[in-house]
């Protein structure tokens, strides 16, 4: 794959990251707001806030490199009653205007908190339209591998998985930066981070088994197709094989990290925090997995006819 081929999965990693990150932080919003009080809950979220936009730009601009002319990209936007790329490229262009909102209203205003709580569930509901356009770009007849429920499926799944296991991460940077900093609502902090990290590896772990479940589905209708599907499947279990292997070997050490550290904050009162690495390492090879399961998507797609 070539940088022009590496583009996307580039784009579309980092979007779902995105999109699952605020979800996920979005939730765990809720839970603080009942707990801790809408002001106080919105001013601990406004970094992972800010870097969940952050994200999002750099999935754009990494979009842009798959273009032959980047400067004529926002004309793919006219086609939108029958093409899937207008409707994603519309879709992802208003999620990244409503996380703005709502990291300048967190920033630089104060209060407006139904505001941002409205701003979040349309830029998640915007997000989640992105995603779903986005796999329908690859719903061909011509690709046997590609074409079924199972891609909408997956690249969903990849947007909860990447997206849980990144909030962590944010919340985990973000505890830290207050620890260091000397901040009042640092407890609050800790308690969210307690509060969250359970349910949030319990949601990773039952991705990844659904994610494994999904494939070994797709393994067996490839097996049962025509050419094209059994040549993917060769490539699969073939010359990709190792890919494969690793791809699962990281993901569920990745989860299973998480959820070790969730489980021993289950069982200590107050979170262990020199257990961060393990964190970032889990969120790391939980990436790494789907890099490689995105690779593997473009890489073992055949083509049928012309």
Same mark, same amino acid.
């Given at each position: 794959m070539n940088v022009r081929e590496?583009?996307?999965?580039?784009?579309?990693?980092?979007?779902?990251?995105?999109?699952?990150?605020?979800?996920?932080? +979005?939730?765990?919003?809720?839970?603080?707001?009942?707990?801790?009080?809408?002001?106080?809950?919105?001013?601990?979220?406004?970094?992972?806030?800010?870097?969940?936009?952050?994200?999002?730009?750099?999935?754009?601009?990494?979009?842009?490199?798959h273009l032959s002319h980047p400067i004529f990209s926002l004309l793919a936007t006219l086609n939108l009653r029958s093409s899937w790329l207008s409707r994603e490229i519309l879709f992802t262009i208003s999620f990244f205007l409503?996380?703005?909102?709502?990291?300048?209203?967190? +920033?630089?205003?104060?209060?407006?908190?139904?505001?941002?709580?409205?701003?979040? +569930?349309?830029?998640?509901?915007?997000?989640?339209?992105?995603?779903y356009c986005m796999s329908h770009i690859y719903l061909l007849?011509?690709?046997?591998? +590609?074409?079924?429920?199972?891609?909408?499926?997956?690249?969903?799944?990849?947007?909860?998985v990447l997206g849980v296991t990144a909030v962590a991460v944010l919340l985990v940077m973000d505890l830290k930066v207050s620890e260091v900093a000397g901040a009042a609502d640092t407890a609050v902090r800790r308690q969210i981070v307690h509060q969250s990290f359970v349910w949030l590896a319990g949601v990773a772990g039952g991705t990844a088994v659904i994610t494994l479940i999904l494939n070994l589905i797709l393994i067996m209708m490839l097996s049962q197709g025509e050419l094209s599907a059994l040549t993917s499947?060769?490539?699969?279990?073939?010359?990709?094989?190792?890919?494969?292997?690793?791809?699962?070997?990281?993901?569920?050490?990745?989860?299973?990290?998480?959820?070790?550290?969730?489980?021993?904050?289950?069982?200590?009162?107050k979170p262990r925090f020199e257990m961060t690495t393990t964190i970032y390492l889990a969120c790391l090879l939980v990436l790494i997995s789907e890099i490689l399961g995105r690779f593997l998507f473009y890489a073992t797609h055949v083509r049928t006819g012309i």
């Open positions: 590496w583009a996307l999965p580039v784009y579309t990693i980092l979007m779902q990251l995105a999109v699952g990150a605020l979800l996920g932080l +979005w939730l765990i919003r809720a839970g603080g707001i009942r707990q801790h009080g809408r002001s106080v809950t919105d001013h601990i979220i406004r970094i992972p806030v800010l870097a969940i936009l952050l994200t999002n730009i750099a999935a754009i601009i990494g979009s842009h490199f409503l996380v703005s909102g709502i990291a300048y209203i967190q +920033w630089f205003t104060y209060g407006h908190s139904r505001l941002i709580t409205v701003l979040g +569930w349309l830029a998640l509901l915007m997000g989640s339209l992105s995603i007849p011509t690709h046997s591998s +590609w074409n079924s429920s199972l891609t909408v499926i997956s690249f969903l799944l990849s947007a909860i499947l060769f490539l699969l279990l073939g010359l990709y094989q190792p890919l494969f292997g690793l791809r699962y070997i990281a993901l569920f050490t990745g989860v299973g990290w998480f959820g070790l550290t969730a489980y021993m904050l289950l069982h200590n009162r």
